[in-house]
């Protein structure tokens, strides 16, 4: 059985492009205007505005009206999933080359790989 | 300017796909044959292959033929660049809240803030 996983999904759909990206970048030093955020893009407002949502909808970034201006955050704990996922996987294959280095070096070493027989 | 970076959009859309990351869990523990890697799947040999293509493409993952059988196997350099652009994120917002840590504690300590005014 696959685990369905839709925020992993939408995590890494919405890292899987350039401008969002881009987003998260800026985001990552503090707060912005959704007007900042999208004034270095090679695009229109309401296209980066689609990407924001694409942003959002994967629970990467937070935004906020105050009065006339949207001002967009960073949301820390769902980019840890991406880290904590693509972690978990570096563990295992660490431990496997230890497990592989540690047998290598004890056929280097001459023992005796039959248990228990002396 | 966006920089393009093609790996990491072809990465992340990679991993974007629960059918993918179950085939880069698995393989984190050791190389495969391909149809290990398809059997726990819920769906057709050529649907998997497509996925493993995907995964090809990108990268993250290898695949040899010796003699009938495909054997596949994981790129950890390819999967460190996701970690390596995540980790690039945290780096900047962690600094940026030590920042505001110290800032608030010296505003709690009622340090003067005029620089260079006794």
């Known amino acids: 059985m696959l685990n369905q996983a839709p925020d992993l999904d939408r995590l890494f759909h919405a890292l899987a492009d350039p401008a969002r990206r881009a987003m998260v970048e800026r985001l990552s030093s503090g707060p912005a205007a959704v007007s900042e955020l999208a004034r270095p893009l090679p ?58 280095g540690d047998y290598l070096k004890s056929i280097e070493n001459g023992e005796d790989h039959d248990d228990g027989v002396d």
Chains 1, 2 share one sequence.
Do not use: F, Y
Request: hydrophobic residues 45%.
């Open 43 to 100: 695009m229109s407002l309401p296209s980066a505005m689609q990407h924001l949502g694409v942003l959002e909808a994967a629970g990467l970034v937070r935004s906020e009206k105050i009065g006339r201006v949207r001002t967009v955050s960073i949301q820390p704990a769902t980019l840890r999933l991406a880290e904590q996922w693509i972690n978990a996987r570096r563990q295992e294959w660490e431990a496997r080359l230890d497990r592989l």
